[in-house]
Structures are given as structure tokens and as C-alpha cells.
């Protein structure tokens, strides 16, 4: 127990400072992955919703794969290819190859992962809104976009933010994945730190309860603002 408590220690020789800096990229890759899974998530389902058939083709087959396809195999092949892609377009315009950064990498394929999981939450959230609702702001005078942001959005918010929730989870537990592209991470670095001591019990243990500690506080926060979101809705 004692070599346990040293290992994982601040001390000199313990792993603890490096799981501590581990465990904040991790949330780094979290939260920037999330931000742009919402994004591309919002933007596919209301091409699916509103845009021409041509356009929604394309947002259903991107969503099709994402969902079909393993999320591990996707993210080697988005990283290492849209690494190639980058030194290919490097190239023709004349620059050598590029270094690609893996954080900023790990977070766009993260984000084009979990924007087709979200870009259905959207889609069912927006579809639950009342129909009366947005003709009540057309005949208000109300353009599309005022529509959307002052009467569509803030409806929706509450339906979709128990999904989102969900992902929320998810992303976490899939940025373990971005390890093995080389991303040095919560659980690249306690393999490291397993494989320098041998300990791997230890740090894989340490390591499962920071993303379960992780995991706890973010949900506890994200239910406060559910029920925040939904304040002004009729209780049951």
C-alpha cells in the first residue's frame, strides 16, 4: 500500500504530477471535442431538416458511417489521413511537410465522431417543438434565423441537453482512444507509467477512478443545468 501511495505520489519518483497533467488534456480533448461535435451536430440536423435533398444526402451518409463504422478504426483513419491530407495540400501549395499537432487533431476527430451522435439529438429536439409556436413568430414578423435563435433554440435546449448529457459521458471515455494515435493523455500516460514500473494495476486503477471522479462532478454539473433549462416548464 505504501509503494502505491508513492507511486502515485507528488513526491520525487511519483507518477502523480504527470497523471494530474494527463487528466487535464484529457479534458482538454473533452471539451474541445464536445464544442465541435455540437457545432457540426447542429449544423447537420438542420441540413437534414431544411436544406436541399442533395446537401441532406450527404448529412445522412456522414452520419450513416460515423454511426456504422468502430470509433476507434474512424479515429486512426481521420487522424492519420487528415494528417496526409494536410501535407498533400502543404505540398502542392510549395511548403514542406507539416507537423501536426495530435491535440488539436485528437479534438476535430472527436468532434466529427460525436457531431453525428449529436446531430440526431438535434434533430428529434427540434422536431419535438411545437409547430404553433414557430408559426406564432412568422406571423410576428420574425425572419428564419430570429425564429430559430429567440423561439426554436431555447425549446429545444432542455429535450436535447438529456442526450447531450449522455455524450458528454461518452467523450470522455472516447478520448482514451485517442491514445493510440499517440496522444499523451489520462491513459497514454498511465500506460507510461505502467510500463516504467510495471505497476500496471496500480495506474490503470488510478486512472479509471480520475475519468469515474471526472465523470461524476460533470454529470452533477450538467443536471443542475437541465434543471436550470427547465425552469419555466410544467412540472408532471
Known sequence: MNE??????????????????GAWITMQISIGG???GLLVGLITALAKLNAPKPIKRVANAYTTVCRAVPELLLIILLFYGGSSLIN?????LGFGDVDVAGMPVAIVVLGLVQGAYSSEIFRGA??????G???ASYAYGMSRAQTFWRVTLPMMAPNALAGLSNLWVYIIKDSALISVVGTNELLYTAKQ????????????????????????ISSY????????????????
Open 88 to 92: 498533400a495540400l502543404s505540398g502542392m
Open 221 to 236: 454539473g450538467l443536471k443542475l443545468l437541465e434543471n436550470h433549462l427547465r425552469r419555466w416548464q410544467p412540472k408532471h
Open 193 to 216: 507509467a505502467g510500463g516504467s514500473t510495471r505497476e500496471y494495476l496500480i495506474f490503470f486503477g488510478a486512472a479509471a477512478a480520475i475519468y469515474y471522479i471526472i465523470t461524476l
Open 4 to 21: 502505491a501511495f508513492e507511486l502515485l505520489g507528488f513526491g520525487e519518483g511519483g507518477w502523480g504530477p504527470a497523471l494530474m497533467k
Open 34 to 36: 464536445f464544442a465541435v
Open 126 to 131: 427540434i422536431k419535438a417543438v411545437n409547430i
Open 133 to 135: 409556436q414557430i408559426e
